[in-house]
């Protein structure tokens, strides 16, 4: 996996990512899933991201192959949700992205790998996402990385739910 590198977007990558999430949208479309689509993630909430510094990029071969933002904004639902790591504080995984031409190459785990490492350093005591119930491939994937399932969540104008999960990231017998 050498070569490729994961740091912080910069400004000026903006059109390039949005032209990532247009490709994984069409994607998701073509195979029936109605996670993503025009309105979401659109550039206003990447350009947040990014201003904010919590949007990181996978470089590999001088293109971004992925994207993941790391942040402490749960969604609203999450209250209702029973985490097995209540005292926080719990890092919040989201809109991890694959180029649909670099899939398959272990990009999705190096950004899982970077979010688990940049958590321990930062002295979270979990990470918490959700995904797609119709998204197949990433529920195989967080539940073979060691997140557990605590529930669902739902989200306006989505036809189906999104599971959450939690991993652990300390025990908090220091």
Request: charged share 25%; proline share 3%.
């Amino acid at each position: 996996m050498s070569g490729n590198e994961i740091r912080i977007a910069r400004n000026d990558e903006i059109g390039e990512i949005m032209e990532l999430i247009a490709k994984c949208v069409q994607v998701m479309q073509d195979g029936g899933s109605d996670q993503w689509d025009d309105t979401y993630p659109n550039r206003e909430v990447i350009g947040k991201d990014i201003a904010d510094g919590t949007l990181y990029v996978c470089v590999d071969q001088a293109a971004i192959a992925g994207i993941i933002v790391l942040d402490n904004n749960q969604a609203g639902q999450y209250a209702a949700i029973d985490w097995l790591e209540v005292k926080g504080p719990n890092l919040i995984m989201h809109r991890l992205a694959v180029h649909p031409e670099a899939q398959g190459k272990g990009i999705a785990r190096r950004l899982i790998d970077f979010a688990e490492e940049y958590g321990l350093s930062g002295g979270y005591t979990s990470i918490r996402l959700d995904t797609y119930a119709k998204n197949n491939r990433a529920l195989a994937l967080y539940s073979s990385l060691g997140y557990e399932r605590r529930g669902e969540v739902d989200f306006p104008g989505r036809t189906a739910n999104f599971p959450v999960f939690e991993k652990v990231l300390a025990s908090g017998a220091e």
